[in-house]
């Protein structure tokens, strides 16, 4: 799904309305989906968590935090700080997620006035020996590369294991 702007205030982020109306068609269309997803951006001003600040909220804001969830769990963040205790990025991180609650059940309630049945769709074969082989060969390296501190090496290190098993598995 691509979620085109056609207009904008410059003051109020295009991003958490595009995404709730990306989950909405997802959740009631017969695709495959395990939603819905809603979003919120955290910001904090004079002390306080404000969620979906305006641009000029944030420029006074010392955390730009964005969140996405569902009902039961935060998928995704991303984001910044000023110098901000972890506690209290904990704290934004609760708040933003109760913030989003509603917009999830507005999606349940939309899906089930108008949603379609969710089409089958049948999963590929796994071929045991060909997984067995990628475990055998990718394992011990790729643990070894996830414990790489700094994420370019690590991806790097990663993007060549995947170089030297792919041929490998596949003989």
């Known amino acids: 799904m691509i979620a085109t702007v056609l207009s904008a205030d410059r003051e109020n982020d295009p991003d958490v309305v595009a995404m709730l109306g990306t989950s909405i ?3 009631v269309s017969d695709i495959p989906f395990n939603g819905p997803l809603a979003g919120v951006r955290i910001g904090r ?8 600040p305006t641009q000029s909220q944030l420029e006074e804001s010392d955390v730009d935090i964005f969140l996405s969830g569902s009902r039961d769990a935060i998928v995704m963040v991303e984001g910044g ?5 972890e506690g209290e990025i904990l704290e934004a991180l609760f708040a ?19 949603g379609k049945p969710k089409r089958h769709v049948p ?6 020996a060909v997984a067995s082989r990628v475990e055998d060969l990718a394992l011990t390296k790729l643990k070894q590369a996830l414990e790489i ?11 060549e294991v995947k170089g030297e098993v792919v041929p490998q598995a596949l003989t």
Do not use: C, S, T
């Open 25 to 27: 068609a997802l959740h």
């Open 45 to 52: 001003v004079d002390g306080q968590w404000v969620m979906n």
């Open 81 to 85: 700080a000023q110098i901000v205790p």
């Open 96 to 114: 933003g997620h109760e913030a989003i609650q509603p917009l999830i059940q507005i999606q349940e309630q939309i899906r089930r006035e108008i």
């Open 123 to 128: 999963l590929a074969h796994l071929d045991e």
């Open 149 to 159: 501190p700094e994420k370019l090496e690590r991806y790097k290190r990663i993007a």
